[in-house]
């Protein structure tokens, strides 16, 4: 007994000493009027007909969008269903999957344990989970019996391949090369969400023995690389991932509502994943995945690419940290030098486009900003796979989220013309 509480209070000791006082105090999200922060609220309402629109016409069941800027919330409203079906509206606080929003999340985590002095990003990642070994490419596959040869890798893989893309890991059942989809459905590769009882680190050993697409560092491959960073931080903070995301992210921001899985008072607010069938929006079915994972099952995979439920709000708030420099409401999570080398251009020239791809975000570039509407050179973005978007502008300092959950076809224009019409709401 003596023991056990030896070890609770340890821990305890350890979490407090996790995140630090700032010698800045931003103050938290609060709502304010477009004026007061250079919005123009008639562009604004603007912004309210276009979303109302689109769900009066059927082209989504529904959304909530947010926007802030410095620090202000300016726009915060729902629209339409929750459940089509079951007539449940939607409301602010509704909690969505945000599938691959989790990314950004998984990255800041593991560039906290960074700055404590844990690791270098530029380790291979077989130094920590040795079941990595040493890494092969996929050279020859055999369509009829699912059989392959491969090539011993010139590089290793490593953490800063990991964050950012450049592992030559695949994503199994959305991955773009039907090869890999079958190798992961082979090798019994957990992809992006499950009720089954099965645990991080049961996938990622089954994934470190399989080939990769390419040499590590070579090419950017959207990848399962941060599932493998989930179960690495259980191994460099000997916390659960959970745990981990919990004490050292979520608490300090106040993201209350922000789970792997769902406890059971939200239940009620969690949007139901919707399809287009006959011109009606109907539930999602169970596919390789049940839609209900978050509330439902084992409840035991904690993917760091994708498993995370949230609301608007709460991932504003981890946004507005990242604009803040790495500090919230008087607590530091990352210092503003890390914060400039995640957001810094980690690929160099392998996307030849409008955008970079940082250590947790991708990034918008020179380029980008001249062609407009993606916002200014180094506005961080991405997405999920249930049809949320969110953006973050350094330099307007301004934030932008609209949140959907949907699959399959669907006429979805309210991601473009909400960043775009909201850069044309600034107005000052």
Known sequence: MKFHSLICFLFTISVSLAQTPSALKSPVLEHASPQEVGMSPER???????????????????????????????????YGMA?????????????????????????????MLWEEGKFQLDDNISKYIPEFGEATVLDTYNEKDGTYTTKPAKNQITIRDLL????????????????????????????????????????????????????PGEAFTYSEGLDVLGYFIEIISGMPFDEFLRTRIF???????????QPK?????????????????????????????????????????AGLSSTAKDYAKFLQMYLNNGEYNGIRLLSRTTVRSILGNQIGTIWNGPKHHGLAFSLVNEKGEIEGGLGSTGTFEWGGYFNTQYFADPKENVIGLIMKQTRGPVNDVTGWKFKQMLFASIDD
Do not use: C
Request: aromatic share 10%.
């Open 44 to 78: 604004l309402n603007k912004i309210d007909s276009m979303i109302s629109t689109e769900v009066n016409q059927g082209n989504i069941p529904g959304a909530v969008a947010l926007i802030a800027r410095n620090g202000k919330i300016v726009f915060h409203k729902a």
């Open 83 to 111: 459940n089509n079906e079951k007539n449940v509206k939607m409301e602010k606080d509704a909690i969505f999957r945000i599938a691959s929003q989790t990314k950004a999340i998984t990255s800041t985590a593991v560039m």
């Open 164 to 215: 950012t893309h450049k592992s030559g890991i695949g994503y199994g059942e959305i991955d773009g090369d039907p090869r890999f989809k079958k190798i992961y459905a082979n090798a019994g590769i957990t992809d992006l969400f499950t009720t089954k009882n099965i645990t991080i680190e049961e996938s990622v050993k089954k994934l470190a023995k399989l080939p990769l697409h390419h040499e």
């Open 251 to 261: 608490e300090p921001l106040n993201m209350d509502d922000t789970w792997f899985y």
């Open 265 to 305: 008072k939200n239940y009620n607010r969690l949007v139901t994943v919707q399809k287009k069938e006959n011109d009606q929006w109907i539930k999602y079915p169970v596919t390789f995945y049940d839609t209900d994972y978050p509330i439902k099952g084992s409840k035991t995979f904690f993917s760091g690419g």
